[in-house]
């Protein structure tokens, strides 16, 4: 089954040049999301929805999140599940050529590990300086990286980071 997906909202094609572009589609879902998170969790929901073997389509890949990372995060949730995407405009069936799928996971993968060496960086960082002075970001670190800080030496005393 493909299901098609369409968004309602001001920045995309009219909903008409949407569903000709997923025409191929037996079902047609409309969003019309509030706000960013109930765009992401209204796909989320549908690429759960569908069986492994299905697909959704899309007019185009941004249909499927507000920003880079709702996007990838869409097409790795996919590949994770079995589903298929269609992509009108981008040209892009994963029936024919999973390539987008998995290169979608290993954005996302990298991108994570980005995220997580910064934060380390700001750890340390924070560790090193005399009287415990910190620097603004790493009062923001997510407290999944606050473990690794030991591993890193930065317990070592001032000086053990290098920034």
Known sequence: MIRGIVIDMGGFAPLD????????????????????????????????????????????????????????????????????????????????DAAPLTTAGLFLGAADRAAEARARRSIALAASRPEGISPPRALYVPERYLGAVGEHGTDAGAGAATP
């Open 17 to 96: 040049e949407q569903r000709e572009a997923v025409g191929e589609a037996g079902e047609v879902v409309v969003l019309a999301p509030a706000s960013d998170g109930a765009w992401v969790d209204a796909v989320t929901a549908l690429i759960d929805a569908a069986a492994p073997g299905d697909a959704i389509a899309v007019a185009a890949l941004h249909v499927l999140g507000p920003s880079a990372r709702g996007i990838l995060t869409a097409l790795d949730r996919a590949r994770a599940l079995g589903v298929d995407v269609i992509s009108a405009a981008d040209e892009i069936d994963t029936r024919e």
